[in-house]
């Protein structure tokens, strides 16, 4: 009886402790639309910074530099609309986005996304996040990609290329998703032909895997040990 009770207090106790590092899902309803800030921003535990301070090229070859202050935005957006067309996308309503200005209501603009930095406050194992963009049109070609870094070295990555066939450009959306090792950071990004590049782009559902803490990791052993010994 006594080991009984010993094994079903160490699995309780890992049932918390498992609880306590499942996945966190980013969905910015908890946030009003607008302007959330300019260069920087921290929310649940995420620090958005460095946005579009890069310089870099479009396909047709025309470059740009570092964004002025006022394309520097962290904005959110009631995205209703994109989420009416795309209900697979993120979680309605609110998606961020950055630059210039967001229209007020269920309409929303696409903001200029050529690169973002953000600092986690813990080690996280697997990230992913949708995002929204612009296809074809002037932004065929251009390449999303996704890196998680620790002590600035990149340890996992993910991309996509933006479509390139032609006509006008139209609203879509895709995913980006990595895992496999520990990080704190992650960079958004926008690539084409060893540049960085300026296409339009929403995102929404940023989701992060907590790294277990060791001595959590070492009471799950132990409760495998008990069940193990109380086969037995």
């Given at each position: ?88 996308y993120g979680s309605p309503a609110n998606a961020m986005t950055l ?134």
């Amino acid at each position: 009886m006594g080991k009984c009770v010993r094994v079903v207090g160490v699995l309780a106790i890992c049932l918390g402790c498992t609880a306590a590092f499942g996945e966190v899902v980013i969905d910015y309803e908890d946030l009003e639309e607008g302007l959330q800030g300019e260069l920087t921003f921290t929310h649940q535990g995420v620090t958005y910074r460095d946005v579009n301070t890069v310089s870099g090229h479009f396909p047709d070859g025309e470059t740009f530099e570092p964004a002025e202050e006022f394309r520097q935005n962290i904005l959110v957006e009631d995205a209703t609309l994109f989420y009416d067309e795309f209900p697979d996308y993120g979680s309605p309503a609110n998606a961020m986005t950055l630059g210039l200005a967001y229209i007020e209501g269920p309409n929303l603009t696409i903001g200029p996304l050529a690169s973002l930095w953000m600092d986690l406050d813990q080690l996280y194992n697997a990230a992913s996040l949708d995002i929204g963009y612009y296809e074809n049109g002037p932004w065929g070609g251009i390449e999303y990609h996704l890196d998680a870094l620790l002590d600035d070295a990149v340890v996992a990555s993910d991309s996509f290329v933006i479509s390139d066939l032609g006509g006008r450009d139209n609203p879509t959306f895709g995913s980006l998703s990595l895992s496999g090792a520990a990080f704190d950071q992650l960079h958004l990004y926008a690539w084409y032909d060893g540049m960085y590049s300026k296409p339009r782009g929403i995102f929404d559902d940023l989701t992060l895997t907590p790294v277990p803490e060791p001595a959590t990791m070492a009471l799950v052993g132990l409760a495998g040990l008990v069940l193990t010994r109380r086969r037995r």
